[in-house]
T-cell receptor, first 110, second 117 residues
Framework: DAKTTQPNSMESNEEEPVHLPCNHS???????IHWYRQLPSQGPEYVIH???SNVNNRMASLAIAEDRKSSTLILHRATLRDAAVYYC???????????FGTGTRLTIIP | DAGVIQSPRHEVTEMGQEVTLRCKLI?????LFWYRQTMMRGLELLIY????????DSGMPEDRFSAKMPNASFSTLKIQPSEPRDSAVYFC???????????????FGEGSWLTVV
């Protein structure tokens, strides 16, 4: 399975943008890039996913490098409720299961 | 719409007892995943079903663990006999199989918190 590399932890001030990086240099052409997050004492929840183009939704934006070997999850204005572990995961044809790594623990500073 | 429903939410049991965790998929979903989360090992995929058929059970730790889908909307994860090292949060998740191939999401339940003493 193609692997992803994320920083173990990041901090950000409340109401500022947050850029969470992910490296996936062995991504295959059919792999989608998924981001999930896990709030304390809850199950993981979907944030966003993309294949090649940048994506936006109400929660976040996903910026995908042109060579697809890295991506960045962007939270435009962090709130305290965004404090969570963020997971970057690859899946697609032939790799349908989602295999979670250790993720990035995001701390929001009031 | 109801999400993935897991039961029990919390269970404390004695070593050696049988534990059964239950999961109801989201209506219309046909892929089912069981995950286990511990501080030491993080979030691990135990087994994955598609259309009631186990596709990948390589994450099932040992023969004490078994998972079934008696019908298209329901699954059980059984541990017999249970051991203290099985203490963890067990998550069930569901999706559509075609959705996975096209990058759609999987939806997690709130987890079953198991403590084996």
């Amino acid at each position: 399975d193609a692997k992803t590399t994320q920083p173990n932890s990041m901090e950000s001030n409340e109401e500022e943008p947050v850029h969470l990086p992910c490296n996936h240099s062995t991504i295959s052409g059919t792999d989608y890039i998924h981001w999930y997050r896990q709030l304390p004492s809850q199950g993981p929840e979907y944030v966003i996913h993309g294949l090649t183009s940048n994506v936006n939704n109400r929660m976040a934006s996903l910026a995908i490098a042109e060579d697809r070997k890295s991506s960045t999850l962007i939270l435009h204005r962090a709130t305290l409720r965004d404090a969570a572990v963020y997971y970057c995961i690859l899946s697609g044809f032939g790799n349908e299961k989602l295999t979670f790594g250790t993720g990035t623990r995001l701390t929001i500073i009031p | 719409d109801a999400g993935v429903i897991q039961s029990p939410r919390h269970e404390v049991t004695e070593m050696g007892q049988e534990v059964t965790l239950r999961c109801k998929l989201i209506s219309g979903h046909n892929s089912l995943f069981w995950y286990r989360q511990t501080m030491m090992r993080g979030l691990e995929l135990l087994i994955y079903f598609n259309n009631n058929v186990p596709i990948d059970d390589s994450g099932m730790p040992e023969d004490r663990f078994s998972a079934k889908m008696p019908n298209a909307s329901f699954s059980t994860l059984k541990i017999q006999p249970s051991e203290p090292r099985d203490s963890a949060v067990y998550f069930c998740a569901s999706s559509t199989s075609t959705g996975l191939l096209s990058g759609n999401t999987i939806y997690f339940g709130e987890g079953s918190w198991l403590t084996v003493v």
